[in-house]
């Protein structure tokens, strides 16, 4: 009798695992869903231990319920090293876009020979695991589960006729699963959620269009505008005199020639100190100006005359150049130069 029982658990570790016994080629079982016979192709559905057996994609699909394989690193660990996992991933999709999916899913796993169910609804619904009733079968390369898992794992009716070896499964319509009008509100939800951002995003990217088209507008007003820009800063630099009790300074053709210059070489290099490692100061006296330079002001990126005098006033050096009382003359020039460093150069020289 001990011999015996020793060969029976191995042939029953052969029928789950291992090579296929030939009583197999003999269980001649048919599997129907809905009154129509499932095909198999190269492996047959075979019995257990009394138990129906059978290659879980063909019946799936037949169902109407997608089949995924997912392989990833689980929680075990051997020898120091994660190990891989296997899960079968059953899928009856109510609703779905590029951003989410509402319906019903169970997950298989092999290794561990359980199973749980997941429904995305309003409120998701998650199952604890729970082993499978019938241990996971691996014949000829095919995964077998127990027909009655997949059953119930698909919310179906199973009978089983022992005169006909069928089984014959009856689907419901996804209507009638559990929970599917919170599948419904939620599926709903995402969607009006994925439109409102749809809106959302149009409305904005529709809102920076106007946006860059009023400042591109304006940029372009001010272009056309910046032949007044010079004479702008003067009159706007002699009312701040007017205001500190000085007289006012007068343009001068060899220094607006030599702010000319400098603003040039400032969208190169900002800085007092010009390209060629002279002081600014040599600009004017290139330009043929007889007089006593004394100073200097330049900005970058200011886009209007007010914007530029505002700024410079607002900094303790550039409101003393403004309102030193020794100044008798002012050349001003502006340079718009797109994609440079600031865009926009103010200079101006003050002399006596």
């Known amino acids: 009798m001990k011999k015996k029982r020793m060969v029976t658990a191995l042939l029953t570790t052969a029928m789950v695992f291992g090579a296929v016994p030939t009583a197999f080629a003999a269980d001649n079982i048919t599997v129907t869903v809905d009154g129509q016979k499932v095909s198999f192709g190269d492996q047959q559905p075979v019995n257990i231990n009394g138990r129906v057996m059978v290659p879980v994609r063909a019946v799936a699909e037949k169902m109407g319920w997608n089949v995924e394989w997912f392989t990833y690193y689980g929680n075990t660990v051997v020898d120091g090293q994660f190990q891989q996992e296997h899960d079968i991933v059953l899928k009856n999709i109510v609703k779905k876009s590029d951003t989410y999916w509402a319906g019903y899913q169970t997950n298989i796993n092999i290794e561990h020979q359980t199973r749980s169910s997941r429904i995305d609804g309003k409120t998701p619904y998650q199952t604890k695991e729970a082993p499978v009733t019938v241990p996971i079968a691996t014949i000829n390369g095919r995964t077998l589960l127990g027909i009655r898992d997949i059953a119930e794992c698909t919310y179906s009716d199973i009978k089983w006729d022992s005169a006909s070896q069928t089984v014959q499964i009856t689907t419901k319509p996804v209507e009638q699963f559990p929970k599917y009008s919170d599948v419904l509100e939620y599926a709903n939800i995402r ?155 103010w200079v101006q020289i003050f002399a006596r």
Not at 232 to 249: C, D, P, Y
């Open 191 to 345: 969607e009006g959620d994925t439109k409102r951002l749809q809106t959302e995003s149009e409305e904005t990217n529709l809102k920076n269009n106007k946006n860059q088209q009023e400042q591109q507008k304006q940029e372009e007003a001010a272009v056309t505008d910046e032949s007044s820009y010079a004479d702008e800063v003067i009159r706007l630099v002699n009312k701040e005199r007017e205001k500190a009790g000085l007289s006012s300074l007068e343009a001068n053709k060899e220094l607006t020639s030599a702010a000319e210059v400098r603003a040039k070489e400032i969208s190169k290099v900002f800085g007092h100190t010009r390209p060629d490692g002279n002081s600014f100061n040599t600009a004017a006296k290139e330009a043929g100006f007889d007089g006593d330079y004394i100073g200097e002001n330049i900005a970058g990126g200011r886009m209007t005359p007010a914007d530029v005098v505002e700024g410079w006033m607002n900094s303790e050096g550039h409101r003393k150049n403004i309102l030193r009382p020794e100044y008798n003359y002012i050349g001003v020039a502006y340079l718009h130069k797109s994609n440079s460093e600031y865009g926009r150069y």
